[in-house]
């Protein structure tokens, strides 16, 4: 059955996970005021963090109803029996079987990972009975990574998940347009890729706020089109929504059954508030196309 454009947008977002750093959790009375039960919430591992800090976040997003999924950075990890300690620890504590396994914004590694692939060959998560492990991806590159050696860790990664008793996917950065994105997948479809992809799709923000996390994460293709947009001063601190790469992303993955594209992961960059606010108006259907590729939500944000 052919579905409207509406009805496309509304599926592409609707499961969406969202994301808190423990300092956000710190500033959030009640995660349920913002976010529906069994949501999906990662919890972001910042260089020189304490590993306390998240596993009572997991903890407290296990007891307010939600699906906690802690970030284990290899380059912050000084050793197996650390990150042994670390997986029981949330596993026991807040009940984790799904976590996600990156690298790490670190330079110099605090001890001996240097990447996701050697917390994964470590056997521990399949040890600790974790279910679901997502990976990186990265459409638009990586400032730590050539291309080639991007390109071979998602094979590896696709090899793996043939050892691993946990389901497997890629989760990605956030992008500001749907070209890079696209021509990322069909790259990975014509390399055999069969890890689902859970794109990463930056929240309502400022533009500032949003060039601001651009920089620090080395975002790179679609820099340029906020880059252009913020030599216009008055833009800088208007809100943006990514109704426009929402709706591109949402009929490429109708138009398009093969693509690997299967979840939505919303980054709040500028607060979840306003981003949880704004994805459950689109997922209730509450939202106008316009004439610009876009569409205005029917509710008010602030």
């Not at 009805?7 to 499961?15: C, E, P």
């Amino acid at each position: 059955m052919n579905m409207s454009t509406e009805q496309n947008i509304q599926q592409f977002l609707t499961g969406f996970s969202a994301e808190t750093t423990p300092g956000a959790a710190a500033k959030t009375a009640d995660f349920r005021e913002h976010l529906r039960p069994g949501t999906i919430v990662y919890i972001t591992f910042l260089p020189g963090a304490d590993f306390d800090a998240t596993v009572a976040v997991a903890a407290r997003l296990r007891d307010e109803g939600f699906i906690p999924v802690p970030h284990f950075a290899a380059r912050s990890i000084s050793d197996q029996k650390t990150l042994n300690e670390n997986i029981a620890r949330v596993v026991g504590e807040a009940g984790v079987d799904w976590v996600l396994c990156i690298a790490g914004a670190v330079d110099k590694p605090v001890g001996v990972y240097t990447d996701s692939m050697q917390l994964l060959d470590s056997g521990l998560f399949d040890k600790h009975g974790i279910k679901r492990i997502a990976v990186a991806g990265h459409p638009e590159g990586s400032p730590d990574m050539s291309e080639q050696a991007i390109r071979a860790a998602v094979k590896w990664k696709n090899e793996f998940q043939n050892k691993t008793d946990a389901a497997m996917y890629l989760v990605t950065q956030f992008a500001f347009e749907s070209e890079p994105i696209i021509a990322w997948d069909k790259m990975l479809q014509r390399d055999g890729n069969t890890l689902p992809i859970h794109i990463g799709i930056p929240g309502l923000a400022t533009l500032k706020t949003l060039l601001l996390h651009a920089k620090a994460c080395g975002i790179g293709a679609s820099m340029k089109f906020l880059t252009k947009q913020a030599k216009n001063v008055t833009k800088l601190l208007a809100v943006k929504a990514p109704d426009k790469l929402v709706r591109d992303l949402a009929d490429y993955c109708a138009n398009h059954p093969d693509s690997g594209i299967t979840g939505v992961h919303m980054y709040p960059l500028g607060g979840l508030r306003r981003s949880a606010k704004w994805s459950y108006a689109v997922t209730d259907g509450l939202f106008t196309l316009d004439n610009k590729g876009g569409f205005k939500v029917d509710v008010e944000l602030d």
